[in-house]
């Protein structure tokens, strides 16, 4: 009796929930760019008080503007202290917490900007003309504060002084850009990176006096400090702001190297050369930060040469005995993000495990981990100074990004801010379900499940499975445009992590190196009969869609389809030849491809490449790529295209300009998301895309719908 009355229960808060989530409207492009973003925290020295940035987008208008707010962790209240068109970015503090700093495009390029805390009108501070990139504050001479950022410029400028330097990189800069002869020009790999070619410019580290408002070069030469990241923190500065440690890779052949290493550079000595402390590692090196006692630098390391995708572990390096200590070799799953706690003795950070990123903790004398905030998607975090809180930036699938806390001593969580408040209120953001399959090899597979806006479980509803690219990473229950935009228009969205996917132990992750047709695929194979065989999902109207690797998978399947009636591939390796010298980290394509070079196992490439198999295309097929996309070159989607056009296949190419492997979100991710609603409505008979795909791409669509 009492399991009867639990489960109905149980059968009563799900209607209702349902009832409640079909009163708000569904989800649609347009709420997306109604959301807004957070970042860029930074606690004050007395703990009080955070600077953080909220972007707003103007779809419309394809433009997005960043402002400087301030919360009172005290009070509560918030406010807003930059108002300016110009993105206001990289908020932080002066050293008496009197003033902020910032980077803002409102004059002159990306500049820094300062201003006082309780407002006022900002001021210019830097004149440099090739702009100011992450910004980081530390201690100078009498105590004054000095402010260090990177710029690219050209090295041969960094000879001369500050004033002759700045017209230097303007002289050089405007006759490349503007000068009748157009042109790349490269004797060596690695000529192009991600979305933009070398043509003679470098990363380097400058200081920006306070005092005297003078630039002056920290490192110098034809080498990047700090070297290439997406993730960012490649750099920090020691408390007592005489060192900086710096990320940087040496080697001579980039292109196949990963051997990024941890630079050491004292500032009060500027004719001395960087010392690498990490020189006996041969893999990746990168994230320094110094420990508040200067005693220590924690880092992440990963110990497999040309591999990007080993293990990555939390690391100190012991300044004084020049030791290094692996803290999580014991953990098999990648470290994301660290923090020291305030008295030097801990460290927390987050880890990629099973769809999540919850926070540890390691105590550096016992070398005890434990977990302190379990299954919550953490994007970024800090320590409070009394060591005794963290300020986190959250999500989940169901939930937009804001910023949390969470007391050490207390269990539960407490939302610091609801800038999304209204659009929760108003739009249905679907939470997603979690669900569990056999793959290859016995192994688990774990799959995400949105379901559609207005649920019925005595409906049948078409179904769209995104297949994620990497390919080592993982799905997470966090929050992202595409988990939304399908269900709100009637499909059930699933996300899976199949072998490769990070989270479930390196050996899993491993798995997919030199088996991209294999076990991954199996899974994928198998997480289709299993969503086919749900109550809800209609197994005739079926499509799947992936990015990046995720488009290789998707050209995979085109040639070896059994369950999709549609497809969508974006920025995916068609052929696995010319991948391999199209792109330009080689090491990828080179490890992934079981460590052979085409040349040296052809047949290999040959039995791995979607093009081998044109002859089984038949599923009608949406592409997507990036004319600068250097990653996975857009030849790869051009060649399929080509070949589904060749073979009497429905397919449709969109092609953006000026974007690399990642389009820009307001001004080409629109048209992502309304091509795939187009494109699986016709073929899945999903509710209709609230434009014209075409009409957007000639910029009509926002007049036309007035």
Known sequence: MRHLTKCIFILILVCSLNLFSAEKKPFAIDDLYRLKGIGGMRISPDGNKLLFTVTESRLKEGKTNSDVF?????????????????????????????????ISSRQDGSQLWEMDVNGGEARKLSDFYTGVSTPLSGKGPNGAQKILFTSTVFPECLEKEADQCNSCNKEKAEKLESGPVQAHMADSLLFRHWNAYRDWQYSHLFCFDLVEKKVKAITKGQVDYPAFSTGGGEYDISSDGNTVCIVSNHDKNLAHSTNQDLFLIDLNAPQA???????????????????????????????????????????????????????????DNWVSNFNWAPDSRSIYFTLAEKGYTPMYRVNLAANRVEKIIERQSIASFL?????????????????????????FD?????????????VEEEV??????????????????????????????????????????????????????????????GYVLAYPNPHGSTGYGQQFTDAISGDWNGRVMEDIDKVAQ????????????????????????????????????????????????????????????????????????????NETSPSTY?????????????????RVPYHNSVEFFTDLQEMGVASLLIIF???????????????????????????????????DTEALIRNMAFAEKK
Not at 76 to 93: N, Y
Not at 410 to 422: E, P, V
Not at 537 to 556: K, L, N, P, T
């Open 410 to 422: 207390q269990k539960g969580l407490k939302r610091l801010t609801s800038f999304n408040k209204k």
């Open 273 to 331: 050369e960087p010392l690498n402390i990490t020189i006996e590692n041969k893999a990746h090196d990168g994230a320094p930060s110094f420990s508040p006692d200067g005693q220590w630098i924690g880092f992440i390391t990963q110990r497999v040469p040309g591999c990007e995708s080993s293990k990555k572990m939390l690391a100190l390096y012991n300044i004084k005995s020049k030791q290094i200590k692996l803290l999580t070799e014991g953990i």
């Open 428 to 489: 249905d953001i679907r939470p997603s379900e979690e669900h569990w399959t056999v793959g290859a090899e016995g192994k688990q597979i774990h799959i995400f499940v949105v379901k559609p806006h207005a649920f019925d479980p005595n409906k049948k509803y078409p179904l769209i499975l995104n297949i994620h690219g990497g390919p080592q990473m993982q799905w997470m229950n966090n929050f992202r445009g595409d988990w939304q935009v399908y269900p709100g228009a």
């Open 383 to 407: 320590v409070t100074p009394d060591g005794k809180e963290t300020i986190f930036l959250r999500s989940a699938t169901g939930e937009p990004y804001e910023i949390w806390s969470c007391r």
């Open 657 to 691: 300009k000026n974007d690399g492997h990642w389009p820009n979100g307001v001004k080409s991710m629109p048209v992502y998301y309304n091509a795939h609603l187009e494109w699986f409505h016709k073929y899945l008979n999903g509710d209709k895309a609230p434009y």
């Open 70 to 102: 301030l919360l009172n962790l005290s009070t509560g209240e918030t406010t807003q202290l930059t108002f300016d068109p110009g993105a206001d970015t990289d908020p932080f503090w002066s050293t008496d917490g009197k003033k902020i700093y910032f």
């Open 530 to 605: 299993y969503l086919a065989k749900l109550p809800y999902v209609d197994s005739e109207r079926m499509g799947a869609m992936g990015w990046s690797w995720g488009g290789y998978a998707i050209m995979w399947i085109e040639g070896h389809n059994k369950y999709f009636k549609a497809l969508a591939s974006m920025m995916g390796t068609y052929n696995t030849r010319s991948m391999y010298s199209g792109t330009e980290e080689l090491w990828f394509p080179e490890w992934d491809m079981n460590r052979f070079k085409p040349w040296e196992k052809p047949e290999f490439y």
């Open 614 to 630: 044109v002859k089984e295309f038949k599923t009608p097929c949406l592409i997507i790529t990036g004319e600068r996309d250097y």
